[in-house]
């Protein structure tokens, strides 16, 4: 069986800017820093690339060898808070097209797993909103690595630790950051224009199947692991 690394924000849901909204509270809250996350884009990025993102607009920099030089665990207990208010109100969020189907249809033909730049606990978070916080094998989350291109290394180890065998690396994303990661973990790449990006930007990433949804999409995926 193939090892299915899936993206959560634009591909597996959507939760219309209640992530941008909690970062901006607990950069305002921890650091005094405004309208921390704006004009920055989140779209395949990782929590943690963000921090450093933000702080460079605040005039904050420093080696990627060493601790930031200001509280992150503050920063991010307060982000979590602030999300989990927000993913608690009615309508803010919604699973993609087709995602709750093709999560069961694969039940028992693919080993299903995340690669997300969300940290650990935003991602369970956001997978309980829409009641699919179980069932994933271990996989690679933005506490990993800043750089998103680092991280199906750490999703492929952990499901090789928890003694799974598979055959190839899927993964399964928003934007061409994703496809990008694929292409740096030399894993195949599938993307779905669900997210934060245009199908003309991901067919200019070249992945090796453009899907529309999750669910005009299930044959193909279907297919593509049987
Ligand atoms: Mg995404």
């Not at 299903?112 to 730049?117: A, E, F, I, W, Y």
């Not at 190839?168 to 030399?186: F, K, N, S, Y």
Request: aromatic share 6%; hydrophobic share 50%.
């Amino acid at each position: 069986m193939d090892l299915l690394l899936f993206d959560i924000d634009g591909t597996l849901l959507r939760t219309r800017g209640a992530g941008r909204e909690a970062l901006d509270v607990a950069f305002l809250r921890v650091m005094g820093w405004p309208d921390a996350t704006a004009g920055i884009s989140l779209a395949g990025a990782t929590d943690g690339g963000i921090v450093r993102g933000v702080a460079a607009r605040f005039g904050v920099t420093w080696d990627i060898a060493v601790p930031p030089p200001f509280d992150v665990g503050a920063i991010r207990r307060v982000y979590l808070e602030a999300l989990a208010g927000r993913l608690r109100e009615p309508g803010r969020v919604a699973a993609c097209p087709g995602v709750h189907a093709l999560v069961a249809s694969l039940a028992g033909r693919a080993h299903l797993s995340l690669l997300t730049g969300n940290w650990r606990a935003g991602a369970a978070l956001k997978l309980g909103a829409i009641g699919l916080a179980e069932g994933w094998i271990a996989g690679a989350f933005g506490d990993d690595h800043t750089d998103r291109n680092c991280l199906v290394p750490f999703a492929v180890d952990r499901a090789r630790a928890a003694g799974i065998a598979f055959r190839r690396v899927i993964v399964i994303g928003d934007t061409p950051a994703d496809v990008a990661c694929a292409r740096a973990g030399g894993a195949y790449a599938v993307a779905v224009e669900t997210g934060f990006s245009t199908p003309a930007e991901l067919a200019g990433a070249r992945p090796d199947l453009l899907l529309p949804d999750l669910d005009r999409g299930r044959a193909w995926i279907e297919a593509l692991v049987a």
